[in-house]
């Protein structure tokens, strides 16, 4: 990203939190358009402890189109106990593909000393991305900026689960993403990478998905 380019994001960023926090929502259109990879870092930057309640107070009483961007940002403050249980108990009540495809990511995000619990919410998610295949892979495509993107984009989360950013348990779901990619010969490389995992769950999530896609 061009340095012109991070400073018209960072503005834009301030000034769609400035208008979050005094009017609760935004134009439908605006938040769609905000769903994409080159905003959520600028604007989730803007994010502060004291949003929390507006945030949630969006999340689960303000307009459904605003649900996605919300969750999103709620990423800076997913390790508190109220916005983890916000958001899994919207999660369960919510009939609506885009907030559930939304909601998933900060649900992978959690960090659970039960592995049997995490490990249902994950094998869950998964079966929900089956169900809905064509969904996920055309919204992740938009959010990352189109097919020819996304491995750059897939690597580059991987690198933060690396790092510790997220939970290794979260790597299936990234596989997931990557065959949306037009790269098919690093889309192989990652799977035979992969579904020797030491992480059971990725091994196991991992391999499913190699049967069902028929990844070979």
Request: contains cysteine; proline residues 2%.
């Amino acid at each position: 990203m061009k340095d012109s380019d991070s400073v018209v994001y960072g503005y834009l960023a301030k000034k769609v939190m400035d208008d979050l926090r005094n009017k609760g929502s935004l134009k439908p259109e605006l938040a769609k358009e905000l769903l994409q990879k080159r905003f959520a870092e600028h604007l989730r930057n803007e994010v502060q402890k004291k949003d929390k309640m507006m945030l949630l107070s969006i999340l689960n009483s303000g307009p459904v189109h605003m649900r996605g961007l919300v969750s999103s940002l709620l990423y800076k403050l997913e390790i508190d106990k109220a916005v983890q249980q916000a958001i899994l108990e919207l999660w369960r009540k919510t009939k609506k593909y885009a907030t559930k495809h939304a909601l998933l990511w900060r649900l992978l995000d959690f960090r659970n000393d039960n592995n049997q619990l995490r490990d249902q919410l994950h094998r869950e998610i998964y079966e929900f991305i089956a169900r809905n295949w064509d969904n996920f892979i055309a919204f992740t495509t938009s959010y990352s900026g189109g097919s020819d993107r996304i491995m750059g984009y897939v690597m580059e989360q991987l690198e933060k689960i690396n790092k510790g950013h997220f939970p290794k348990e979260k790597t299936w779901v990234y596989l997931c993403v990557a065959c949306a990619s037009n790269d098919k010969t690093s889309v192989l490389k990652l799977f035979d990478k992969y579904k020797k995992s030491e992480v059971p769950i990725v091994k196991e999530l991992v391999n499913e998905l190699i049967k069902a896609r028929n990844i070979a």
